[in-house]
């Protein structure tokens, strides 16, 4: 998977055969978890700095899929026009682009659904879009929480706890699994 554009809006957007989109907060561990995917260290830029990646970044499989990664909704909070904007550039996304098959959403496994995740789960379903839901920073996580956490976590996203996909990009845990969903969505 290879590094195509960034753009601003959606309907810069090239055509596409079948098309993944990720969605999350800022700072959920959105690039780290693309570059993990990816097998590369810098594809998506992984930054301390919330709140910056406000661009839409556009990747393409060798088989002529692609995989949107949408900006953080992090920044979108900033102010009321942005978020405004933010909301209208999703819905937009969501109910015009025919190439999408799936969006993962990316909940932080430490912190577990924020509201900003639960209005996207909810305009998910809404807008009829099949999404996968993808817990990140799983090592961030005593073990011995685990098994509380991974159940609390799809109890507040209102999904049985085995349609959550846990990963870590510092043990590897789920990356597989999100690659083999990437790919036969892609393929
Ligand atoms: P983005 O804003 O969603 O793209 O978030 P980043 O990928 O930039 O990650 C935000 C912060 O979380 C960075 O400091 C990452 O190193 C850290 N992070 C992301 N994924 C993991 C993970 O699986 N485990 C741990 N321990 N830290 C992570």
Known sequence: ?????SATHVDQLP???????LVGRSNVGKSALLNAVCNRKSL?????TPGRTQLINLFQTP????????PGYGYAA???????????????????REELDLILVLVDGVIGPTDLDLMMLEQ???????????????????PSQRETRKRDLAKNCEVDPSEVVWTSTSTNEGIEKVR???NRVLK
């Open 78 to 96: 900033v102010s009321g026009k942005l978020k405004r904007g933010w909301e209208k550039m999703i819905v937009g996304y969501l109910n015009e």
């Open 180 to 182: 083999s969903i990437i």
């Open 44 to 48: 998506a830029r992984v930054s301390n």
């Open 124 to 142: 998910l379903r809404a807008s009829e879009v099949d999404f996968q839901i993808i817990a990140t920073k799983q090592d961030k996580v005593k």
């Open 15 to 21: 055509e596409s055969k079948a098309e993944i989109a």
């Open 63 to 70: 088989t002529g899929g692609t995989v949107v990664d949408l």
């Open 1 to 5: 998977m290879s590094f195509v554009l």
